[in-house]
């Protein structure tokens, strides 16, 4: 078996970046979301199981799963993780435990449109990531910087990528 660094073979994934970089294309992610009644829903993606998402009961929902926005803050903070353990893992940096906390402050929220507010989703998140490695400070700050800079979902979030909707009947 290949020597594996935070759990990752880092040959595979220096591999994966070579064949990027000498050949870069465009990749599609998808998913499809199920409305299941109700408020709630659940999304599945490639062949792995559906996960479900719900809203408060204050909300209507039966508050069984996170809601859309925590699933939102997850994907951030799963992304940032997952870049800072690949990161980590090509430097040869040992990770003993990493732990992302997502925060989001919605100023009026909208609450599922009724209520008319100009921006309805977030106004500020923030981030805070928590390390124990016995790797130098230093380097680990320069990884977690570079892990935010370059998350697809926090690029995604922070440029406000345009949607492009449509209905079919």
């Not at 929902?61 to 940032?80: D, K, Y």
């Not at 980590?88 to 992302?100: F, H, N, P, T, V």
Request: a negative charge; aromatic letters at 2%; glycine letters at 8%.
């Amino acid at each position: 078996m290949p020597p594996l660094v935070n759990g990752i073979e880092v040959a595979a994934l220096r591999e994966t970046a070579a064949r990027v970089e000498a050949a870069p294309k465009e990749a599609t992610s998808r998913s499809t979301v199920m409305w299941h009644g109700g408020l709630k829903s659940a999304a599945q993606s490639r062949d792995k199981p559906a996960v479900e998402i719900d809203e408060p009961g204050a909300l209507g929902g039966q508050n069984s799963a996170a809601t859309p926005v925590e699933m939102l803050l997850a994907a951030l903070g799963s992304c940032v993780i997952s870049m800072v353990a690949a990161r980590a893992a090509d430097k040869g940096l040992e990770i003993r435990s990493m732990r992302a906390e997502v925060e989001g402050t919605i100023n009026k929220p909208s609450i599922l449109g009724l209520v008319p507010t100009d921006n309805p989703g977030f106004s500020s998140i923030s981030l805070r990531m928590f390390v124990d490695s016995p790797a130098d400070r230093t380097m680990l700050q320069e990884i977690f910087e570079f892990a935010v800079r370059r998350s697809p979902v926090g690029s995604t979030i922070a440029r406000g990528t345009p949607i492009e909707p449509q209905l079919t009947l």
